[in-house]
Nanobody, 124 residues
Framework: QVQLVESGGGLVQAGGSLKLSCAAS????????MGWFRQAPGKEREFVAA????????YDEDSVKGRFTVSRDNAKNTVYLQMNSLKPEDTAVYYC?????????????????WGQGTQVTVSS
């Protein structure tokens, strides 16, 4: 069983930064593709970024590219999401997810394991 625990969320002013962490346990982390998703109130869960086991990554082009950076430390079984130049529209619960078959994906249904989420609130 894989467990994912997010941390690092909080309240920040527009233009500020936050770094989210997702600690994984229960299975070989280095072989997992990891994704970050978010869900704002009243909206569907949406893709933010993903990273493969070798460190290659993809982002949602429209909303976060150029502001967010996904990275991983396989020695620490942790994936990170550095968020800069935050905007009020980035307010959401952020989830990390893991898959152990295939490459990273922007589709939420490609991921089998999910964390409980961490709240990010950006004030204007």
């Amino acid at each position: 069983q894989v467990q994912l625990v997010e941390s690092g969320g909080g309240l920040v002013q527009a233009g500020g930064s936050l770094k989210l962490s997702c600690a994984a346990s229960g299975r070989t982390f280095s072989s997992a593709a990891m994704g970050w998703f978010r869900q704002a109130p009243g909206k569907e869960r949406e893709f933010v970024a993903a990273i493969g086991w070798r460190g290659d990554s993809i982002y949602d082009e429209d909303s976060v590219k150029g502001r967010f950076t996904v990275s991983r430390d396989n020695a620490k079984n942790t994936v990170y999401l550095q968020m800069n130049s935050l905007k009020p529209e980035d307010t959401a619960v952020y989830y990390c997810a893991a898959r152990y078959t295939g490459r990273y994906s922007s589709r939420s249904d490609a991921y089998y394991y999910w964390g409980q989420g961490t709240q990010v609130t950006v004030s204007s």
